[in-house]
C-alpha cells in the first residue's frame, strides 16, 4: 500500500468523523501486522499428477550414480544477453551522482548481437561450465556443450566414468521430445563410450532444476549492474563467480554456426541406440553408444 492509498483511507475516515494523517493510517497497519510486499510465486497450474514421483525416482538415480562415483550434471540455456551498452539490472559502486551511462531503449545491436550462455553444472563437485553461444540455441548447440565440459573439466574429474547421468528440463534445445537432441546424444555417446542417462523434471518444474539456484543465481548476482559490453566482459564475470560453498565456473564462447530448422529423417531417429525406463519412459531413458 502506497502513500496514495494511505491518504484515500484517511480521507475516507476523516468523512466519517475521524481524523487521522496517512501516517496514522501506516501505523495503524503495521500494529495490525502488515507490512509493504512483493507479489510472490507460487500457484503453479496443470500440474502432471506424478510430478512428485517423478521427483523421487529422479532423486534415487542420482544417488545411486553418485555413490558409483558417476558423474551427474544439470544442464539448461541461461537467459539470453543483449551484448552493448544496455541497462543490466542490480547496482553497482560508482562515484555519487554519477552513475554508468547506458543506451535509453533495449534495441538489439545487430553487429554485437546476443550471447547465449548454455550451462553444465556438476553436481557432486559443484563445478560448472558455461558456452557462450552467438548463434542459435539449438538441440546441436546444447551437445556441443556438454561436450566442451567434458572434455574441459568433466574427463579429468571423472578418468573411469562409463555413464554420465544428465538431469534437465523439458525446455526447448534439450526437450525429452526433440528428435535432433537424441540423435546428437547418440553421437556424444558413440564419442565417448559412455552410456547417458537421461532424467527431465517434469513439465512446469524447470525452476528446480539444480543449475538454477546452484549456479545460474549467482552469475546473475555477481554481474548485477555491469553492462555486458561484450562477450570478453561476460565470459570474465562469469569466470569470477564463485560461492562460500567453493563453486568454480569455466567459461568460453563458442562461435560455431549452429542453424535452426535441422530435419531429423526416420532412419536417424530409428538407428538411435535408446532405451526407455518402465516409469515414465518418455522422461527416463539411457542412450547407449552403438
Known sequence: MNIKEHTKIATELKQKGHKASHETVRAMLRNSGYSLQANFKTIEKNQHEDRNEQFEYLYRNV????????????????????????KNGGQEWCHKGKP?????HDFEDKTLGKAIPYGVYDVTENQGWISVGIDHDTSQ???????????????????????????????????????????????????????????????????????????????????????????????????????????KINCAVDRASYPTGQKVTDDEIDSVNLIRDSYHGEWNYRILPR
Not at 544442464?75 to 544496455?86: A, Q, R
Request: hydrophobic fraction near 35%; include cysteine.
Open 63 to 86: 544417488k545411486e550414480a553418485q555413490s558409483k562415483n558417476q558423474p551427474i550434471i544439470s544442464i539448461d540455456t541461461k537467459k539470453k544477453e543483449l551484448i552493448g551498452e544496455y
Open 100 to 104: 554508468q551511462r547506458v543506451n535509453a
Open 141 to 247: 548447440f546444447a551437445v556441443a556443450s556438454i561436450r566442451s565440459w567434458w572434455n574441459e573439466m568433466g574427463k579429468a574429474a571423472y578418468p573411469a566414468a562409463t555413464e554420465l547421468t544428465i538431469t534437465s528440463d523439458c525446455g526447448v534445445s534439450n526437450g525429452n521430445r526433440r528428435h535432433l537432441w537424441k540423435t546428437e546424444l547418440q553421437k556424444f555417446a558413440d564419442e565417448t563410450g559412455m552410456i547417458l542417462r537421461m532424467l527431465h523434471y517434469p513439465p512446469g518444474t524447470s525452476k528446480w532444476n539444480k543449475i538454477e539456484h546452484r549456479m545460474f543465481s549467482f552469475i546473475s548476482k555477481n554481474w548485477r549492474g555491469k553492462p555486458l559490453v561484450s562477450l570478453e566482459v561476460i565470459v570474465n564475470l562469469i569466470s569470477s563467480t564463485t560461492t562460500n560453498a567453493g563453486l
